[in-house]
T-cell receptor, first 108, second 115 residues
Framework: GQQVMQIPQYQHVQEGEDFTTYCNSS?????IQWYKQRPGGHPVFLIQ?????EVKKQKRLTFQFGEAKKNSSLHITATQTTDVGTYFC????????FGKGTRLHILP | GAGVSQTPSNKVTEKGKYVELRCDPI?????LYWYRQSLGQGPEFLIY????????DSGLPNDRFFAVRPEGSVSTLKIQRTERGDSAVYLC?????????????FGAGSRLTVL
């Protein structure tokens, strides 16, 4: 069945450093969504990518969808303490499958 | 309502008891999803409804779990003969339709603790 793998599972960075998380699917996805979950909170939608090779930016966040529509990445430039949380990619195909997420911890 | 509402926010029960968790989706959202999230894990898909019918219930772990959405709005997740392993946060999400283009809006979750 469809599996969405996300790496790394954990990432500790110094405030101001960059951060990247990667999402890989075993099957081609119709689209991919990214969600952020703050500690103690619930997942909140960040962005959706639909087209092959698509790149979208939200301030310091850059999202990419692979050419084969099987992988995606989220890159955060110059992390801030507000970026703390777990970032999930969601493969939207016949099922809505969450990856295990990447937990980002910022060291002051 | 303005957002997805889940009740109760916390439920502590004893092993073997019956539990109901309620989800009130955003008004007009036809698709409703239930997920279960354990500490440090991603949300695990349980079931989703399109209108009143369960379009995909393949994530329900066993026959102790059941969910209904009789009028196509509020949904109830029912767990019979609870076990300690059922302890988790149960998340509900809704979207306008069930197509891949729509965004999931999550509720704050119901934290279930089975003693």
């Amino acid at each position: 069945g469809q599996q969405v793998m996300q790496i790394p599972q954990y990432q500790h960075v110094q405030e101001g450093e960059d951060f990247t998380t990667y999402c890989n699917s075993s099957t081609t996805l119709s689209n991919i969504q990214w969600y952020k979950q703050r500690p103690g909170g619930h997942p909140v939608f960040l962005i959706q990518l639909v087209k092959s090779g698509e790149v979208k930016k939200q301030k310091r966040l850059t999202f990419q969808f692979g050419e084969a529509k099987k992988n995606s990445s989220l890159h955060i430039t110059a992390t801030q303490t507000t970026d703390v949380g777990t970032y999930f990619c969601v493969g939207r195909d016949d099922k809505i499958i969450f990856g295990k997420g990447t937990r980002l911890h910022i060291l002051p | 309502g303005a957002g997805v509402s889940q009740t109760p926010s916390n439920k502590v029960t004893e092993k073997g008891k019956y539990v109901e968790l309620r989800c009130d989706p955003i008004s007009g959202h036809t698709a409703l999803y239930w997920y279960r999230q354990s500490l440090g894990q991603g949300p695990e898909f349980l079931i989703y409804f399109q209108g009143t019918g369960a379009a995909d219930d393949s994530g329900l772990p066993n026959d102790r779990f059941f969910a209904v959405r009789p009028e196509g709005s509020v949904s109830t997740l029912k767990i019979q003969r609870t076990e300690r392993g059922d302890s988790a946060v149960y998340l509900c999400a809704s979207s306008l339709v069930s197509s891949g283009a729509n965004v999931l809006t999550f509720g704050a979750g119901s934290r279930l603790t089975v003693l």
